[in-house]
């Protein structure tokens, strides 16, 4: 085959277009997914039992099914037995489903962030005489937030990435705008290799972005 | 100023504190010596209710509480009367030198922030810190973690401060400085001083009285000169002379 040149170049503009679409699916999910997470810490660290016990299974699910599944089931399967959710857009079926999926994720890494605390900086908390709120606002989160960051950081990058699935239901994000320009074309290399690049960049451009704040508020460490 | 009563404390089946009684002046220096593993540090965090004792009363300066019946908000009370020292220093990382020293002014005492800098900044002056007041902790050595602790517990403003070991972490040259500093402190006989300590001859320096603690109570109590020259009990001798 010959590589069209002219033709590749051309993607580019049309998908530029579509990346801030992109990051604001992704955005938006990333916020929902870190509520609902903390949520389910707050849940799974419960003492009531059904509490607990309910978000372990939340978790066990999202972490041990394919998120493909997940959309699937959400998008194709529920509204087949739930009229209501025959409603349901694409794109929001997309952001819900990618943040009940990083959610369960992001609910370890706020766990792993509080235990990062040592026990000795609660003791001294007490001892100085900080009450529960202002031990949680003075050391617990400020540390725990630095030290889930870098892990906040990667589960905001893998839900950019996933948001490419939404192609599979109809969603036009980049991945499809791709689709659909090697399609009317038939130059599928060219564009996909087009949106290989642009998803590329744009991440490179996010981790750095990331790298950056992190060693802005790593400065104690 | 600062009165336990029949404190008790067991961790599951291990009974570590078995009935202490004890009493103590204002600005009286004692320090607490004795086997490891015998309920020194234990009887301190119960005072600073790090640990919650089963059983007891404690009263410092006048506010009382029952271990068995109390609520949070006399724990607090009660604790705000103390502040402790500890082996390891437990400065907060996420916060400079002198945030450190202020936290307790800011967060407990609600002092305005001009008022808490200048007295943190006195604090800091005491303990040799005052080229350090924008490190933070991860910069320091542990001597110089050690006065942050010191200064820190300091700016509660206790009328008892709890040293628990707090010199047992630290490099050996650094530990005369910290020394140094507490004996300072005790010169002053401003605040109570519990000291937890084995560091014997310090402990003969600057204690008005020395207690002996060995299978969870309180053995022996005196002067230093009784407990270092003529210790009555026969496992006080044994110990003292296991350190020779």
Known sequence: MRFDNEFFVSCFPKLILKVPYTLWLGIIAFLAAFILGLFLEICYTSKNRIVKGLAGIYISYFRSTPYITQLFI????????FDFMKSVTGSAALIITIAMNSSAFIAETIRGGLLSVDRGQKEAGLSIGLSTFAMYKEIILPQAFVAAFPSLGNAFITMIKNTAIGFTIGVVELLSQAKMLGGSSLNFFEAYIAVGIVYWVVLVVIDRLLKMMETKICKYL | MIRVENLHKS????????????????????????????????????????????????????????????????IRAVRMKSSMVFQNYNVFKNKTVLQNVMLPMLSVQNMDKQAAQERALGYLEQVGLMDKTNEYPSRLSGGQQQRVGIARAMAVNPKVILFDEPTSSLDPELVAGILEIIRRLAKEHERTMLIVTHEMRFARDIADRVLFMDGGVILEEGTPEKIFSGPEHERTKRFLDQLK
């Not at chain 2, 009684?21 to 004795?34: N, R, S, T």
């Not at chain 2, 086997?35 to 009363?57: A, V, Y």
Request: with cysteine; glycine share 12%; charged share 30%.
């Open chain 1, 74 to 81: 959400f998008y194709f399967g529920l509204p087949q037995v």
């Open chain 2, 11 to 74: 961790f599951g089946d291990l009974h570590v504190l078995k009935g202490i009684d004890f009493a103590a002046k204002k600005g009286e220096v004692v320090a607490i010596i004795g086997p490891s593993g015998m309920g020194k540090s234990t009887f301190l965090r119960c005072i600073n209710f790090i640990e919650r004792p089963e059983k007891g009363r404690l009263e410092i300066d006048g506010v009382r509480v029952d271990a068995e019946s109390c609520k949070e908000k006399e």
